[in-house]
C-alpha cells in the first residue's frame, strides 16, 4: 500500500521517496547517504504520515552523518521562527537583498497619492526602486492567500502614483514585491502575475525562490542554529545578530561582549556558526 504524506497545509500526496533524498542532497548530503537516509525514513514511517514527522525523523538521520548537512536541512523551520511579531523576518530579508547588491531600509514611511504608508522593506539597484510587503507565517500550515497579495497590491499602487508623478524618478522604474516564508495559494500567484506584482516565497519563482536566495550566498538566519533558543534569539535580534554570519565573522569574546549572552551560549553559537559558514562572505 502506497504512503500517504499529510502537509501542514492538511493537504495529502503520496510519499515521494526521491523528492526526499533531493531534499538531503541540497543539504549537503552525498547522494548515496541521502538514498540511505531516504531509505531508512521509508522504513518506518505509518502508511498515513504527516510531512512533520518524516522531517524530523530525516533531520535526525542527517545531522548523525553532519551537523553541517543537518542544519542546512532546518532551513525552513527556521524562517518560522523568525518572530513572534515578524519583525525580524524583515530584517533578514533586508540583509538578504543588501548582499543580493540592493541598498535597503526597513519601516520606511513612504508618501502615496491617497496616504502615507509604512513599508516593510524599500530597496534600490541601479534604477530600479522595490517597495517590498513582508507576510510571515510561524506555521507552514497558513500559506499567503490572494487577500494579501490584493492589499499589498493596492498599497503598492497609491506609492507608484507618487513616485511616478516626482520629475526626478523619471527614468526609474518602481516595483511592488510580496515577500512570505511560506508558500503562495495558486490565486495569489495568478493575481500577482496579472497585476505586475513580484512574489518570492518558498519555492517560487522556481529556482529563484526565497530558499535559494539564502543558498547562493550563505545567507543563514541564527535561527538554524541548535543552539540558538526562543530566549537567546531576542538577544540576538536585539542586538542586530541576524545572520550566522554576523556570529561567525564576530571575534569571540566581542560577540560575547556585543550580543550580552552568558560565555557558554555565546561560545557555543560561535562553534556552530564556524561550521555552518566557515569564510562566509
Known amino acids: 500500500m502506497d504512503t500517504v504524506v499529510i502537509k501542514a497545509s492538511g493537504r495529502s500526496e503520496k510519499f515521494d521517496i526521491d523528492k526526499l533524498a533531493e531534499s538531503l542532497v541540497r543539504a549537503g548530503a552525498p547522494p548515496d547517504i541521502a538514498v540511505d537516509i531516504a531509505g531508512k525514513v521509508a522504513s518506518r514511517i505509518s502508511p498515513s504520515a504527516h510531512s512533520k514527522a518524516i522531517y ?33 523576518f524583515e530584517k533578514y530579508f533586508a540583509r538578504i537583498l543588501k548582499a543580493h547588491g540592493y541598498t535597503v531600509a526597513v519601516d520606511k514611511l513612504l508618501e502615496g497619492h491617497c496616504i502615507r504608508h509604512e513599508v516593510d522593506v524599500t530597496a534600490s539597484k541601479n534604477t530600479e526602486q522595490c517597495v517590498i510587503e513582508c507576510k510571515y507565517h510561524s506555521d507552514a500550515g497558513n500559506s499567503t492567500d490572494v487577500k494579501t497579495a490584493l492589499y499589498v497590491h493596492s498599497r503598492v499602487e497609491d506609492i507608484r502614483k507618487a ?12 516595483e511592488g514585491w510580496l515577500v512570505t516564508n511560506t508558500r503562495c ?16 516565497s518558498w519555492k517560487y519563482p522556481e529556482n529563484r525562490g526565497l ?17 540558538a533558543r526562543q530566549r537567546t534569539l531576542a538577544q540576538l535580534f536585539s542586538r542586530d ?10 571575534d569571540r569574546e566581542l560577540f560575547v561582549q556585543k550580543s550580552g549572552l552568558d560565555a557558554e551560549t555565546a561560545y557555543n553559537l560561535k562553534k556552530q556558526a564556524a561550521q555552518l559558514c566557515p569564510g562566509c562572505g
Open 56 to 88: 524530523r525523523m530525516a533531520r535526525t538521520l542527517l545531522r548523525q552523518y553532519n551537523r553541517v548537512s543537518g542544519m542546512k536541512y532546518s532551513l525552513k523551520k527556521a524562517l518560522y521562527a523568525l518572530g513572534p511579531s515578524g519583525y525580524p
Open 163 to 174: 513616485f511616478e508623478r516626482l520629475p526626478e524618478n523619471k527614468d526609474r522604474s518602481f
Open 185 to 200: 495559494t495558486p490565486d495569489a500567484i495568478a493575481y500577482a502575475a496579472c497585476v505586475g506584482l513580484k512574489i518570492i
Open 211 to 227: 530558499e535559494n536566495m539564502i543558498e547562493d550566498k550563505r545567507l543563514y538566519p541564527v535561527t538554524v542554529l541548535p543552539a
Open 241 to 250: 545578530f541576524i545572520l550566522v554570519q554576523d556570529i561567525s565573522d564576530t
